[in-house]
């Protein structure tokens, strides 16, 4: 008898552990993914309050998210998770659903 490849059998128990395994790690790293967004999202307000701070020492003004994108300020208004960076008349930084 000639045994110089695999079984169907052989291949199909390996398709079934790989599937397993694929079913098992799939949750892990979008839960992951969320986690990461909302990180970054907190980082980006962080980053944000600090240059509003700093627009307002130069211009005596608070800014909005738009002036501080056209002024270099920040890089963007929008976190990974779609979410908008709001900057109040106050100053304060918030995130909002919509634009």
Do not use: H
């Not at 100053?91 to 634009?99: I, K, R």
């Amino acid at each position: 008898m000639n045994e110089k490849g695999f079984t169907l059998l052989e291949m199909l128990l390996v398709l079934v552990v790989i599937s397993v395994l694929l079913l098992l790690i799939i949750p892990g790293v979008v839960q992951q993914r969320e986690r990461v967004n909302a990180k970054g999202c907190e980082a980006l307000v962080k980053s944000t309050e600090a240059q509003v701070q700093a627009y307002q020492l130069e211009n005596n003004t608070w800014p909005t998210a738009e002036q501080l994108v056209d002024g270099d300020y920040i890089s963007t208004d929008k976190c990974p998770n779609g979410k908008v960076i709001v900057v109040s008349d106050e100053g304060a930084v918030t995130l909002s659903d919509t634009e």
